[in-house]
């Protein structure tokens, strides 16, 4: 069976979901059901996963015993701010290690601050976690981050929440072929053909979350993102046909014709 290994650990699903943006933890759930994704990612500083016991907790709409828990790091700009939230996580969810690492540079472009990156990368994979970390869509820096023993790389496909898709394909095929720990991409996925486009370059997965939860139905949605990866992937290791230029060819063969 072809499965996503991360961290040593197989995974059916190649399609990774964020918990944010649902009108309510129902939805959320609901959602992340139809999508068949079995790694749910959760920002510690927006989403409550036990911090405050009064409200309502993500762990009981999508408890932990049925998903992999992937916390992040969203809204932190410096390396400090992502090292201090991620054992913050790993006290709340008891030991867990794989975390997904961002560092953004600003909060207009919420593009990566690769340098943040590479500080935080170093610190926490000397500190025992698996880290899987969001970065800019540079072939160097990946290289880099899988030097410093990080267990998945995520380069962006377009800016976080644009919608826009997979605007260098050319730079994440560069990844893919260089970089040796699975490629996910992170960010910028609109809707499902982003997602199939993604799978057939060779990512090993897609993660989104915007896509899914600012649709117009996102359990809908989800649904179509479960199948559009699924697709992808297969497309990938099927081989598509070559493509040629300017050069037409029959579907059907040209010798042998009835009636001749």
Same mark, same amino acid.
């Given at each position: 069976?072809?499965?996503?290994?991360?961290?040593?650990?197989?995974?059916?699903?190649?399609?990774?979901?964020?918990?944010?943006?649902?009108?309510?933890?129902?939805?959320?759930?609901?959602?992340?059901?139809?999508?068949?994704?079995?790694?749910?990612?959760?920002?510690?500083?927006?989403?409550?996963?036990?911090?405050?016991?009064?409200?309502?907790?993500?762990?009981?709409?999508?408890?932990?015993?049925?998903?992999?828990?992937? $916390?992040? +790091?969203?809204?932190?700009?410096?390396?400090?701010?992502?090292? #201090?939230?991620?054992?913050?996580?790993?006290?709340?969810?008891?030991?867990?290690?794989?975390? &997904?690492?961002?560092?953004?540079?600003?909060?207009?472009?919420?593009?990566?601050?690769?340098?943040? +990156?590479? &500080?935080?990368?170093?610190?926490?994979?000397?500190?025992?976690?698996?880290?899987?970390?969001? +970065?800019?869509?540079?072939?160097?820096?990946? #290289?880099?981050?899988?030097?410093?023993?990080?267990?998945?790389?995520?380069?962006?496909?377009?800016?976080?929440?644009?919608?826009?898709?997979?605007?260098?394909?050319?730079?994440?095929?560069?990844?893919?072929? #260089?970089?040796?720990?699975?490629?996910?991409?992170?960010?910028?996925?609109?809707?499902?053909?982003?997602?199939?486009?993604?799978?057939?370059?060779?990512?090993?997965?897609?993660?989104?979350? +915007?896509?899914?939860?600012?649709?117009?139905? $996102?359990?809908?949605?989800?649904?179509?993102? &479960?199948?559009?990866?699924?697709?992808? #992937?297969?497309?990938?290791?099927?081989?598509?046909?070559?493509?040629?230029?300017?050069?037409?060819?029959?579907?059907?063969?040209?010798?042998?014709?009835?009636?001749?």
């Amino acid at each position: 069976m072809d499965q996503l290994v991360i961290a040593g650990k197989p995974y059916s699903s190649r399609l990774l979901v964020g918990t944010g943006k649902y009108k309510d933890f129902d939805e959320t759930r609901r959602a992340v059901e139809a999508s068949g994704a079995e790694i749910v990612t959760v920002a510690i500083r927006r989403t409550n996963i036990g911090q405050d016991a009064n409200q309502p907790s993500l762990l009981d709409a999508l408890p932990p015993s049925k998903y992999t828990y992937l $916390p992040n +790091t969203a809204g932190c700009y410096t390396a400090d701010e992502a090292i #201090r939230t991620l054992r913050l996580a790993r006290e709340l969810l008891d030991g867990h290690s794989l975390v &997904k690492l961002e560092v953004l540079g600003d909060p207009q472009s919420l593009y990566p601050n690769v340098v943040e +990156t590479i &500080k935080a990368a170093e610190v926490l994979v000397k500190d025992g976690f698996q880290v899987m970390v969001y +970065t800019s869509d540079d072939p160097i820096i990946a #290289r880099q981050l899988e030097d410093i023993g990080c267990v998945a790389v995520m380069p962006l496909a377009s800016l976080i929440g644009s919608g826009m898709g997979i605007l260098n394909p050319w730079n994440l095929q560069i990844i893919i072929d #260089r970089v040796k720990v699975p490629v996910v991409v992170d960010a910028g996925v609109g809707t499902a053909s982003d997602a199939a486009i993604a799978m057939e370059l060779g990512c090993d997965a897609v993660l989104m979350n +915007t896509a899914i939860a600012g649709a117009q139905n $996102p359990v809908l949605m989800a649904q179509a993102m &479960k199948k559009a990866v699924e697709a992808g #992937r297969e497309a990938c290791l099927a081989g598509r046909m070559p493509k040629k230029i300017y050069t037409a060819s029959p579907s059907s063969p040209a010798s042998g014709l009835i009636g001749t």
